[in-house]
């Protein structure tokens, strides 16, 4: 799945559900992705609230982290969806 892929199924998942669990906690991942300077602390823990495919977003969210796509005009287009998501509902 190319960055464009998982980002617009993470923009999906969250205008679904955007007070959900699974949401909610991608949601914050991509928050935390955004901070590398902190060390991206995300509690690891929370993917056991994730079903399988979900799992998958958030190991392909890291992914996107680790090939410095964090920030690209396409992450940057699709976190303006999400924030706009979560803050309207």
């Given at each position: 799945m190319g960055a464009e892929q998982t980002l617009q199924a993470v923009v999906e998942l969250i205008e679904r559900e955007p007070h959900g669990v699974a949401g909610l906690t991608l949601y914050a991942l991509v928050n935390t992705l955004e901070h590398p300077k902190a060390?991206?602390?995300?509690?690891?823990?929370?993917?056991?609230?994730?079903?399988a495919g979900q799992r998958q977003l958030a190991y392909a969210l890291i992914d996107l982290m680790v090939a410095s796509e964090v920030c690209s005009d396409a992450w940057t287009r699709a976190k303006?969806?999400?924030?706009?998501?979560?803050?309207?509902?």
């Open positions: 060390g991206y602390l995300f509690k690891l823990d929370k993917l056991r609230d994730l079903d303006v969806s999400m924030d706009e998501c979560v803050r309207r509902s």
